[in-house]
């Protein structure tokens, strides 16, 4: 009789144990199974964030590229316009330099 008892007392604490890490590892797996829910939902959001920036980091280099040309064109308008403007300079120096030298001309017809 006391080996009966003995037993199922045993058997009653070991199914008590056993029941309660059961419980223990469902709760501890459902804990990692919303862990891993809310991982995966961050990373979907941190996806999504990324190929927005990325489309707006597209758009913006695009800008970057046509300002880029402008910005040679209005160069190379004026490295041209300088050079016009040397030209013109040359011109009227020698303008000047013949004026002067038919004024004396003149002063010495006179």
């Known amino acids: 009789m006391f080996w009966e008892w003995s037993l ?56 970057v590229d046509i300002l880029t040309d402008e910005l040679n064109k209005q160069r190379e308008e004026i490295k041209m316009l300088k050079q016009r403007n040397s030209k013109h300079r040359i011109e009227t120096d020698r303008l000047q330099t013949k004026i002067k030298d038919l004024e004396a001309r003149i002063d010495a017809l006179l």
């Open 8 to 63: 199922l007392t045993v058997l009653a604490i070991i199914a008590i144990f056993l029941f309660i890490k059961m419980f223990y590892f469902k709760s501890i797996t459902a804990k990692e199974q919303r862990s891993n829910e809310m991982m995966k939902l961050t990373l979907h959001e941190a996806e999504i964030l990324i190929r927005k920036y990325q489309v707006q980091l597209q758009r913006a280099l695009g800008n």
